[in-house]
């Protein structure tokens, strides 16, 4: 085990000031040495700095439809492929597939769009040898917040609910 040299500050404080958690503590703020806040000002108006808002922003949900394909392969190598996927990860929702291409749709948890695009591209490279995937590229994604899944199926356009759940071929 290392030991800090003499007067060295302690391990992990560099220059990221800790807060307290939760609204109305009487902690204050925590904050490495030679750091200082306007911690009157959180006091009295009992709100956390903006700064401190927007990194705790909730996660939401997004639907994903992730549109593969590629050169044509047997349908049950696809179909196993896509059930062992499913099997693995529970949380996609259904897959369409016939010999050269499929697609998936499931909900995914994330920050921003950015993030839930991020885990969706990388979904088929990832699982193509754990779960036996075509060696398919993907040729499509589309991303959107549960708001508008839910606003294009109440005005009678965009992708039909994803029923039945599972594996299923076009």
């Avoid at 439809?65 to 949380?91: K, M, N, Y």
């Avoid at 499931?106 to 591209?121: C, I, K, P, S, T």
């Avoid at 917040?145 to 594996?167: F, N, S």
């Amino acid at each position: 085990m290392r030991r800090a040299r003499p007067g060295a500050p302690p391990r992990g404080t560099g220059s990221r000031a800790l807060t307290s958690v939760g609204a109305g503590s009487d902690l204050g703020a925590v904050l490495p040495t030679g750091s200082t806040t306007d911690s009157t000002a959180d006091r009295t108006t009992g709100q956390e700095p903006m700064a401190a808002r927007e990194e705790r922003t909730q996660s939401k949900l997004w639907h994903i439809t992730l549109s593969v394909s590629g050169a044509e392969i047997p349908l049950t190598e696809v179909r196993r492929g896509l059930e062992q996927l499913a099997h693995d990860h529970p949380f996609l929702l259904t897959s369409r597939y016939a010999r050269d291409h499929a697609e998936i749709r499931y909900w995914e948890e994330a920050r921003d769009l950015h993030d839930a695009a991020a885990v969706a591209l990388r979904l088929w490279g990832e699982h193509r040898s754990s779960a036996g995937l075509p060696p398919w590229k993907i040729v499509g994604l589309e991303v959107i917040d549960r708001e508008t899944y839910h606003l294009r199926i109440a005005e009678g356009y965009g992708p039909p609910p994803a029923a039945p759940v599972g594996v299923h071929p076009y």
